[in-house]
């Protein structure tokens, strides 16, 4: 049996219609998937509970001076939403010579710390009691001096228990063993801590 024309062309055009939106619907499924994904939510962080840091800076003044530091803190916060509260005690090692026969050992700290509670961001003050380690030759040696500290800090979760952060201090030491002027001391040093 034989079609005409006519025929041919009714089928054809009630055929592609039905091709055409196939292939836009196939054209729009593979262009979907290049779409920007959805933004994640911010995430909840939850700053309550200990963490161990090692650290590593400049000592940037001590009495004209300056140095690396190293150590280890230990730390614990509160966190109450939009600000946390906390305690820290941190031990640092540096040798500085700042006199003829006289260094620099040690210095440890011990403080409270508030806060400004941003999502994955942590905004901080500290200040409390510090102490400070000398050598020195003979009766020169003025033995430990004790004093205080301030700080400004910041820290960042970058993993969900390990966090890194900067923070700028300022201590002064007197009262030692000995009669001794008052050393000043400027540090700034970066952390990598573990929350536990």
């Not at 219609?17 to 619907?25: D, E, H, I, R």
């Not at 916060?77 to 260094?103: K, M, N, V």
């Amino acid at each position: 049996m034989t079609m005409n024309t006519p025929a041919i062309a009714l089928i054809v055009a009630a055929i592609c219609p039905t091709v055409s939106m196939a292939g836009n619907a196939e054209v729009s499924k593979a262009s979907s998937s290049f779409k920007k994904p959805a933004e994640l939510p911010a995430l909840g962080v939850d700053w309550t509970g200990f963490s161990f840091g090692l650290e590593l800076g400049y000592a940037l003044d001590v009495e004209g001076t300056s140095s690396p530091i190293y150590g280890a803190k230990l730390a614990y916060d509160y966190d109450f939403g939009s600000f946390t509260i906390g305690y820290i005690f941190q031990y640092t090692r540096l040798e500085q010579d700042i006199d003829a026969g006289f260094e620099l050992v040690s210095y440890t700290r011990l403080g409270a710390r508030g806060g400004i509670d941003r999502g994955l961001n942590l905004f901080y003050a500290s200040a409390g009691y510090a102490e400070i380690d000398t050598h020195a030759a003979g009766n020169t040696n003025p033995g430990d001096g004790s004093g205080y500290f301030v700080s400004l800090g910041y820290e960042r979760f970058i993993r969900e228990k390990l966090t890194v952060g900067a923070e700028l201090m300022y201590s002064e030491f007197s009262d030692f063993n000995r009669e001794f002027r008052d050393v000043d001391l400027t540090a700034l040093a970066f952390s990598v801590n573990y929350r536990f």
